[in-house]
């Protein structure tokens, strides 16, 4: 997306992942998947090393969300384990965080290879 204007959800969504880079988040990537669903605009995904770092991350996602006019619509443990997969729902984005496994098994990048990267490798 290099010399294209973001629009202010895919600002927000950058700055999420920016902010999870920040907090010791693992391979952050943000994906503009808005031409791909009718759901939800963009993706921002973190590998996380443990429950207390997932607890961390969520509260600064939590912090930026209350900050920026984003409501948290719901928070979701995708796995039984409920530390190996969080999502948080935020209407337009949605932040996953993962454990490297989970990541690994899921490979949400490879099933949404057609979005956009907007951070990442």
Same mark, same amino acid.
């Given at each position: ?7 202010? %959800?895919?600002?927000?969504?950058? &700055? %999420? *992942?920016?902010?999870?880079?920040? =907090?010791?988040?693992?391979?952050? @990537? @943000? ?6 669903? #009718? ?11 443990? #429950?207390?770092?997932? /607890?961390?991350?969520?509260? /600064? @996602? $939590?912090?930026? &969300?209350? &900050?920026?006019?984003?409501? %948290?619509? $719901?928070?979701?443990? $995708?796995? /039984?384990? *409920?530390?190996? !997969?969080?999502? @948080?729902?935020? *209407?337009? %984005?949605?932040?996953?965080?993962? #454990? ?11 099933? !949404?290879? &057609? =979005?956009?990267?907007? $951070? =990442?490798?």
């Amino acid at each position: 997306m290099e010399g294209q204007e973001l629009n202010e %959800i895919a600002k927000k969504a950058v &700055a %999420i *992942g920016n902010l999870l880079e920040d =907090g010791k988040g693992e391979d952050v @990537v @943000v994906l503009d998947v808005s031409a791909l669903n #009718s759901w939800t605009d963009y993706f921002v995904i973190a590998t996380i090393s443990s #429950s207390t770092h997932w /607890q961390g991350l969520y509260r /600064q @996602v $939590k912090e930026y &969300a209350a &900050a920026n006019d984003l409501e %948290i619509h $719901k928070t979701v443990q $995708k796995t /039984q384990q *409920g530390n190996e !997969w969080n999502l @948080v729902d935020l *209407g337009s %984005i949605v932040v996953h965080l993962m #454990s490297k496994d989970a990541r690994d098994f899921y490979d949400l990048e490879r099933l !949404w290879h &057609a =979005g956009t990267k907007l $951070k =990442g490798n």
